[in-house]
């Protein structure tokens, strides 16, 4: 079984809030990658998105953008 692979570390989420990503975990149920992280605010609860998810852009005012930016370890 293959994992997909993110970088760890710091990103910045397009609306400016800032996460760690810890790692990727498979979903049981689908085998479907999901990408465990962190915030780095408020109280730091642990959260989990699909890869593909995590990985679009996104369109903002008809300017794309990553929904996550990397921006450190």
Do not use: C, Q, S
């Not at 915030?39 to 998105?49: A, F, I, M, N, T």
């Amino acid at each position: 079984m293959e994992y997909k692979t993110i970088k760890l570390g710091k990103y910045l989420h397009y609306k400016g809030k800032e996460y760690e990503v810890i790692g990727v975990a498979k979903f049981k149920e689908t085998l479907e990658d999901m990408i465990v992280y962190r915030k780095l605010y408020d109280d730091h609860g642990l959260w989990v998105r699909t890869y593909d998810n995590f990985t679009e852009n996104v369109i903002v005012d008809g300017k794309g953008f990553p929904r996550f930016k990397y921006i450190g370890e």
